[in-house]
């Protein structure tokens, strides 16, 4: 692979770095220029182009190609501009693919919730069975990171890296489908599209269907041929599954489908049903995904990560029997909460507090269809917590799962769920109750 022009990188995060480490490993004479739509343009040896400028450097023909980061979304008009004017627009996956695909069983795992869980434990089953497997995407490295390094690769995939990857997986994987990421793609319809193009291709591949999926007509029909998906689990490998899945930190039912879907692929991958059970029982809740912390008397979750209603919904279900505050709301992406504040008093939450910008929308539904639970809307997370100081007695467990992106308060989902974190530690933790006792 060699570059005959200069290139463009559009974005200047981890994928970006990794590209740029890349490009100069393989050409260390070659002009690299970047463009950032905010922030900094901190990328070494890279030349900055402001967004716009670029309209007459693609006149220009200053670069030969555009290295575009996931969180760009390819709709931007620039981009037809760009290819107007014969300039190619790639992905840090794709480059991956041109450069290291060839002699390596690829494992793509994409869909709208339970992804990083499935490829977590799918690459933890197979390390477990003695396969030399990496994990990249959105979990683990960056695609061009990982490069040679492993002849089995697990990816994790977002719809905005399945939209144009070019290569095929062996298998692709899609663990559950829900209206996501509309900004980004334009429309729902377009979301799905694109999330599918994993799967909605020709070619020989392996197919593999959480049980979400596998009700969902839009998936069935981007499976093509059925006689792709692999095959069902075993009435004894499912026994030993579930059997480890109730003994590890893997929490509820959707955990469940997420550890079945991740041993149907690592068996199929050339694991062994004894590296699958290890696999499960070394599991680690990633970051933000249910993430529990013993604060006094309190148990705190962490689940920042979910950005949809489904998402909150699987979460609350994961703690039956406790009483629940939920924190939830953020960035407006339309989405429908009607049938998750109908659910609210049967999953236990006895207090729900809501966020701007979506938190009125839940509130509206909530006093609706769960009268008796108390809502509370406030204007940012901190005044939310301090709201459940003042009403302690009425919860065990307080969960932040905002059904929505933080974009709008937030840089992203982390920086939320780690001042979740501290604010309810300085709020309920042991030296703050004995202040508020006094």
Known sequence: MRFEEPVLLYGAGREAFSTRQFLKSRQPELKVFVTVDSGAADIPEAEPIAAGDLPKAIADHRFGLIVKSPGVSRYKPIFDLARNAGIPITSNLNLWGSAYRHGRTVIAISGTKGKSTTATLTHLMLTHSGVDAGLAGNVGLAPLEIADKHPVVVFELSSYQTADMNFLPDIGAITNLYPEHVDWHGSVERYYADKLHLIDRDG????????????????????????????????????????????????????????????QIALAAGGALAGVVAGIGAFRPLPHRLEEHAVGALTIVNDSISTTPEATKAALAAYPGRRIALIAGGHEREQDYTELAGLLEQRGVTTLVTLPVTGPRLAEAARNLSPRMSVVEV?????????????????????LSPGAPSYNQFKNFEERGRRFVALSREMFGAGALDQNAE
């Open 379 to 399: 204007a940012d997370l901190e005044a939310g917590i301090r709201a459940l100081a003042d009403m302690r007695e009425r919860f065990d467990t307080i969960i």
């Open 204 to 263: 020989g591949f392996a197919v593999a269907l959480g049980r979400a999926a596998r009700a969902n007509a839009i998936v069935a029909r981007a499976v093509r041929d059925h006689r792709r998906l692999l095959r069902e689990l075993t009435e004894a490998e499912e026994t030993a599954i579930k059997a480890a899945t109730a003994s590890s930190r893997l929490r509820g039912a959707h955990n469940l489908d997420n550890a079945l879907l991740a041993a």
